[in-house]
């Protein structure tokens, strides 16, 4: 009975950002419990499995996105998750700080945030609905709720702009509006929140991930492994009495 909670079998998922360090570790997770997962990435690559397919989107595109869900409804028959997971920016370096950023990278980086969720969500609504509700999981950042500490980045390009946390911000409180105003037609809209999860590139960076693994509880960055739990838990049955939640994933670092 119990193993059941968590089983996705006859769902199916669709995971933005897909391809990414995190995106590539759930999109196998969710298919070895049994669900069939659409990675939607601008990153083609093969899947080399029956339970996954590559679906090519670009988040910015509201038509891509609608592709995206027109396609994978044809494929699988339905959508029962939505995993928010792509994002990008803008203003990195330099440029990132607050005196130096234009108007235009400021836009784009809220938008590579917040309005990539927004419109993934919108568009996905009557799928959903269709099927009598499902799981929507937002990928927001430690950087929604803290702010960047700028002496551990120094010289080594990794700075987090400002735009960046802002966006991250909004995802936070577009997840419980969209919980409370989606329950009703069952629908429910819960986030994850990453602490730090250096990708391969950065983690060669030793110097740097040494000041990550001290701004820790657990004294270390995490590993990609390390989202499944809470990813799963909120697209299956296991949650089913949860929504407009958080599940911070972060070793400690937003509680000290």
Known sequence: ?????FSLEG???????????????????????????????LTERD???????????????????RRLFVKTEERFGR??????????GAGYGPDGKVERMSDEDWQKGL??????????????IPYMEKNGGGSIVNFASMYGMVSPDPSIYGDSGANNPVNY????????????????HL?????????????????PQTQQNKPFLEQLNKKTMLGRAGSAEEM?????????????????SNIVVDGGWTAW
């Open 228 to 244: 499944i739990g809470a990813v799963l838990l909120l697209a299956s049955g296991a949650s089913s009495y949860m929504t407009g």
């Open 165 to 180: 946390g802002a966006g991250k911000a909004a995802v936070l409180q577009f997840t419980r509006y969209c919980a409370a």
């Open 79 to 88: 959508i029962d998750v939505l995993v928010n997971g792509a994002t990008y």
């Open 1 to 5: 009975m119990y193993e059941s909670l």
């Open 183 to 199: 329950a009703s037609k069952g629908i429910r809209v819960n986030s994850v929140t990453p602490g730090p999860f250096p990708n």
């Open 47 to 65: 899947t080399g499995d029956d339970r996954l397919a590559f679906i090519a989107c670009d988040v910015s595109d509201t038509e891509s996105i």
């Open 11 to 41: 769902k199916t998922a669709v995971i933005t950002g897909g391809n990414g360090y995190l995106g590539s570790a759930l999109s196998r997770a969710l298919a070895d419990f049994g669900a069939n997962v659409v990675v939607a990435d």
């Open 111 to 124: 938008d590579g945030a917040a309005g990539t969720v927004f419109r993934c969500t919108r568009e996905v």
